[in-house]
């Protein structure tokens, strides 16, 4: 059985429409608590299958009730490719939601491409430096830029963002955006928050609805020691965790007694 976990939460659903259904409700008040509080909501999007989990928030009510204009945009990770290149978490990400929802387009940061990783990582890194500066992104105690939520998908391998086993950044404990020429994930190249910048969000949801990365949820939940441990093991936030599972994902974790 999962020991619970203290600023933790687990979330199984029948199915991805599920999943959906509940992510809708559970992003839109996050949205809203933190306009309430601070009249903004900073949101870490990742590429994949999520985009297309989020699809309930473009639509109603929540498109209607939602205050689009007070978000900000940014990318856990992305491909060091052209925006309009079919490889872009963007381009993804703006077909499947940016494109559906009336979010400002100078709120929205993407990478700016070149093509070199290192340039475009430094370069991200420049942006959130500057937000920083602005008072868009409040810095954690240990200075890193925190964010109110980010949206994170996981690998069969057990990767999150572009933070893979057995490759170097996943142990970078001083950039705040790093980058891998070589990700066994294709395309190679990528930009990537570190550890740091990831744990130091306020509100996590790690967003899984497949069956190929139910080992990798399992190893996680149930503590399951591997070695290397898995990335996605390693990701905590400063407020709460919530993982969103539909039932093939959740498939391979122990039974559990909710009396
Ligand atoms: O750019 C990427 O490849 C993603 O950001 C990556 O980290 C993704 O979120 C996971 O690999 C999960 O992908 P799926 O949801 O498609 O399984």
């Not at 969000?201 to 503590?223: F, S």
Request: charged content about 20%.
């Amino acid at each position: 059985m999962a020991p619970k976990m203290r600023n933790q939460n687990v979330i199984i659903l029948p199915t991805e429409e599920d999943v959906a259904m509940g992510l809708a409700p559970y992003v839109a008040g996050l949205s809203e608590k933190n306009i309430l509080e601070k009249g903004s909501f900073t949101v870490v999007l990742s590429g994949g299958t999520l985009i297309q989990t989020l699809r309930k928030l473009t639509q109603s009510p929540y498109k209607e009730t939602v205050n689009w204009s007070r978000w900000f945009i940014f990318w856990v990770d992305e491909r060091v490719v052209p925006l309009d290149n079919p490889d872009s978490n963007y381009l993804l990400a703006w077909n499947g939601f940016l494109s559906k929802v009336p979010i400002p387009s100078s709120n929205i940061y993407p990478i700016h491409y070149c093509p070199s990783s290192e340039v475009v990582a430094k370069d991200y890194q420049f942006q959130l430096l500057k937000l920083v500066e602005r008072k868009v992104l409040p810095l954690s105690p240990t200075g890193f830029p925190q964010f109110d939520l980010m949206l994170l998908g996981i690998g069969p391998d057990g990767h999150v963002a572009s933070l893979f086993p057995n490759r170097p950044q996943r142990y970078d404990k001083t950039d705040w955006v790093t980058y891998i020429n070589d990700s066994p994930k294709p395309p190679p190249k990528r930009i990537t928050f570190t550890f740091p910048v990831i744990n130091s969000a306020n509100n996590i949801a790690m967003v899984v609805t497949d069956k190929e990365e139910a080992d990798a949820v399992a190893i996680t939940l149930e503590n399951i020691p591997v070695r290397p441990p898995l990335p996605c093991s390693e990701v905590k936030a400063q407020v709460l965790l919530t993982w969103f599972l539909d039932k093939d994902a959740a498939s391979k974790l122990a039974p559990k007694c909710n009396k």
